[in-house]
């Protein structure tokens, strides 16, 4: 049982460049969300998803697309990446039941754009 | 003002010591209440889930009060493997997306 995986673990892009970053989870999970983390600050939600075939904006989703085309992955893109989106980037995911919000998170990818 | 708020500390404190956290929230429609732990440069996991009861879980005590707006978290007998940032996250209880993770608050065991 791998929990929630995320590959890449660290990526360093030019301005400019794309990139997609995976996350995959075996607990069979409804809900997957995608995190940044700069340095000293909280965990900030970019975009999250309720299930196959659906997602949502989180609180900081600008210059980011997502998509949950299987259950078990959830997708970030960086279409033309920017110095600003240097950060560590968290996948996570939840059970659907609310009284078992709790998240279970990846081991993080480390991005930086130059 | 924050949606939830941590003090950031750090707390530095001697092994064995009795250590406690507080964490402030906003919405008062907030009903799930976790504490996680992230190490550095690691991953955050989850310590434990805030019952309306409180709840404890060997040396860690977890307290709510709805009335204040506020939960706790409370470290008996310390241990340098406690060293760590705690972050407090609170759930509005409808929205999946609603879930608010605090700033943390860092501690330090020292021997």
């Known amino acids: 049982n791998a929990g929630v995986t995320q590959t890449p673990k660290f990526r360093v892009l030019k301005t400019g460049q794309s990139m997609t970053l995976l996350c995959a989870q075996d607990?069979?999970?409804?809900?997957m969300y995608w995190y940044r983390q700069d340095p000293g600050m909280g965990l900030r939600l970019i975009h999250y998803s309720v299930g196959e075939g659906t997602t949502a904006k989180g609180e900081v989703p600008d210059g980011y697309n997502v998509s949950r085309l299987k259950k078990q992955n959830f997708l970030l893109g960086l279409e033309s990446a920017a110095p600003s989106q240097t950060s560590v980037y968290f996948c996570?995911?939840?059970?659907?039941?609310?009284?078992?919000?709790?998240?279970?998170f990846g081991p993080g990818t480390r991005l930086t754009v130059t | 003002r924050k949606e939830v708020e941590q003090d950031p500390g750090p707390f530095n404190v001697p092994e064995g010591a009795t250590v406690a956290f507080n964490c402030t929230y906003s919405n008062s429609a907030s009903q799930s209440f976790f504490w996680y732990r992230q190490d550095c440069r690691k991953e955050p996991k989850l310590l434990m889930s805030v019952y309306s009861s409180g709840n404890e879980d060997g040396r860690f005590t977890a307290q709510l009060n709805r009335a204040s707006q506020y939960i706790s978290l409370l470290i008996r007998d310390s241990k340098l493997s406690d060293s760590a940032t705690y972050l407090c996250?609170?759930?509005?209880?409808?929205?999946?997306?609603?879930?608010?993770f605090g700033d943390g608050t860092t501690l330090t065991v020292k021997p």
């Open positions: 996250v609170v759930n509005e209880g409808t929205n999946a997306g609603k879930s608010t």
């Open positions: 996570a995911s939840s059970y659907s039941d609310r009284s078992l919000y709790e998240q279970y």
């Open positions: 607990m069979n999970h409804e809900y």
